[in-house]
C-alpha cells in the first residue's frame, strides 16, 4: 500500500502569524484534510523545541500530527511521545561541541545575542542577528569559517519578518530540517516523490530544494524566493511549487498542484 507524507513548516507557513493577512476558512479546510486523511503521515517541521511547539498547537487547535520534529531538525518526536526518536538521535550524537561553537560564534558575529536558554539544547545554538540581505552567502561564509577553526556544524541563516530579526542557527553535523525529514520518509517507508514540505524561510530552503515536492507558501518574502531561485539553479532535480496563496491556503494550493486531493 501506498503510503505519504506532508511535512510542513509551522510559523507563518501552516500558522497564519505573519504580516500578510490569511485567507478566512483556510485552517479550516486543513483540519478537514487532516480528518480525512488515511494513509498519509503528517508531520509538523519547527526551529521551535517541543513545549512551545505544543503550545501554539494548542493556541491555534491544530490537528494532531504523527510526527514533531523540532529545533530546526535535531529532534524527532513520535506522537503521544516525550523522549525524541533514538536513531535520530543517536545518528547527531558526536561531533558537536556547543560551548566550543557558542564561544566562536559570540566572536564572529557583530553584535548578536544568544537566544534564550529554552531556545538552546546540546544539538543547537541559536543567536539573534540583525539579519541580511544575502542569507545564503553569509550561510556560506559562516560555513567556511567554521571549517578554519577545526568546528564541525551546520549553519542556518534566516529571518524573522515579525520581529524583525535575523537567526542564525549553528546545529550538529547531519541534522537540518531537509536530513530530518528524509530520515522521517524513509523510516516510514515514503519515496520521496510520495513526500511534500511546505515553509516559508530560509531555514526552509534545504528542505524545499532536497527533492521532494515544495510548496513555498505565498506569503515567502523576496529574499526567501531569490534564495530558493539561487538554489534551484544549484540543484537541477529538486522541484518547488510557488504558491500565489499565504499559510496554510498556500500549502493547500500546492498539494493541488501535486495532484493531492485537497478540500
Not at 105 to 111: I, K, N, V
Not at 176 to 202: C, T
Amino acid at each position: 500500500m501506498t503510503t505519504w507524507l506532508l511535512a510542513t513548516d509551522m510559523d507563518r507557513t501552516l500558522l497564519p502569524n505573519g504580516l500578510v493577512p490569511p485567507e478566512t476558512g483556510a485552517l479550516d479546510r486543513f483540519r478537514v484534510w487532516a480528518g480525512q486523511r488515511q494513509a498519509t503521515h503528517l508531520a509538523y517541521v519547527t526551529g521551535r523545541h517541543r513545549a512551545l511547539a505544543r503550545e501554539v498547537m494548542a493556541d491555534y487547535a491544530l490537528p494532531e500530527p504523527d510526527w514533531l520534529v523540532c529545533n530546526v531538525g535535531t529532534e524527532i518526536y513520535p506522537q503521544g511521545q516525550d523522549q525524541p526518536l533514538a536513531a535520530w538521535h543517536k545518528r547527531l550524537q558526536g561531533g558537536f561541541d556547543a560551548g566550543a561553537v557558542r564561544e566562536w560564534a559570540r566572536r564572529q558575529l557583530t553584535g548578536a545575542r544568544l537566544q534564550a536558554a529554552a531556545k538552546q539544547s546540546p544539538l543547537k545554538v541559536s543567536f539573534y542577528t540583525a539579519g541580511t540581505e544575502s542569507p545564503a552567502e553569509d550561510q556560506e561564509r559562516l560555513k567556511l569559517a567554521l571549517a578554519g577553526a577545526g568546528l564541525d556544524a551546520r549553519v542556518v541563516v534566516s529571518f524573522d519578518e515579525t520581529e524583525d530579526v535575523g537567526l542564525v542557527d549553528f546545529l550538529a553535523p547531519g541534522s537540518g530540517k531537509a536530513r530530518a525529514v528524509a530520515f522521517l520518509r524513509q523510516h516510514l517507508g515514503v519515496s520521496q516523490d510520495d513526500a511534500l514540505f511546505a515553509g516559508d524561510s530560509g531555514n526552509d530552503a534545504d528542505a524545499l530544494i532536497s527533492g521532494m515536492g515544495g510548496i513555498l507558501v505565498g506569503n515567502a518574502t523576496e529574499a526567501v524566493r531569490a534564495q530558493i531561485r539561487a538554489g534551484l539553479e544549484q540543484h537541477t532535480q529538486a522541484r518547488v511549487y510557488v504558491a500565489e496563496r499565504p499559510y496554510t491556503a498556500g500549502i493547500l494550493e500546492g498539494m493541488a498542484h501535486y495532484d493531492w486531493e485537497v478540500p
